[in-house]
């Protein structure tokens, strides 16, 4: 019978041991906020900026400026969850008959930046969270339009007498990190 | 007879493989309490108010109870703030373990950038 008692005692220590002790060893709770889903805010904010677009035109004698407070406004929202939020955008309006371009930069540092206006090309100097403008004389109807910085590249195809919208948007966290472009 | 030293091995090779188990077992860190991600539905919930029209005018009229009470989740609770860029409009709890579901918007019929803040616990 002793090994059974032994066994019984075994059993008896550790039920007890685990009961005085755990209380104290269990891991703590991890954190107050648990961060937010990186892709959820992505997709969140690539909907809104054509929305955006639409109310600053509507409701707004500068749209420039609604467009650059609601980028800050994406940015001070996005460092609060613990994002990494960039982007750069165009705003391309028609003037009679020339085009008025400008670029939104809100990438977090400064930037050259090349337009070519189907031929014509030309470079602007845009300091981060600033919004510069430039504007290209007569250009035909539809004509392409070929956005350059640092080693991006992207070309459009757009009309002279429709208001349009374009931004390459980057969100990061803790290493992952998603693309996208709006175009409105 | 014979057989009294093998049993007597035979049990303490359990009792120490008991007692190893518990040591091991001590020696990994444990969820006491399985940790479900729920900011994932309530980013959904935001979302399909938003899709029905419903969202944007609570967020407006800075409704923030309304739109608490419009929103359901089975096992949880949950309080909603609305900040503008200047306050925030609602109830943050005093909890530990809250999830955040974030939804931004432009505005509706003028331009307010809000965000919309789901507390879950």
Sequence with gaps: ?184 | MKMKGVWRTIESVIAITILMSFVLYLGNPVLLKEQVDPTSKGYEILKIMDSNNELRTFVENKDWSSLNNKIHMHGYNHTVEICNQTACYGEYPNVENIWVSSYIISGHGKYEPCRIKLYIW
């Design chain 1, 1 to 184: 019978m002793k090994g059974q008692f032994f066994l019984l005692t075994v059993f008896i220590l550790i039920a007890a041991f685990y009961i005085g002790i755990s209380p104290r060893i269990s891991p703590p709770i991890a954190v107050d906020q648990i961060p937010e889903s990186l892709d959820f805010i992505f997709d969140n904010v690539l909907n809104e900026y054509p929305r955006a677009v639409n109310l600053a035109m509507n409701t707004s004698k500068n749209t420039v400026n609604v467009l650059k407070n609601f980028s800050n406004f994406v940015k001070n929202s996005t460092d609060e969850m613990g994002l990494n939020f960039s982007i750069i955008w165009l705003f391309v309006k028609n003037e009679s008959e020339n085009v008025n371009i400008t670029v939104g930069n809100f990438l977090g540092y400064d930037t050259n930046v090349t337009l070519n206006v189907s031929g014509n090309v030309k470079h602007i100097y845009v300091q981060s969270g600033v919004a510069n403008s430039t504007l290209f004389v007569s250009p035909p109807s539809k004509f392409q339009l070929v956005l350059s910085f640092n080693t991006t590249e992207k070309n459009l195809l757009l009309e002279k007498h429709k208001v349009s919208f374009y931004g390459l948007m980057k969100m990061e966290k803790e290493g992952n990190s998603i693309n996208g472009e709006i175009k409105a």
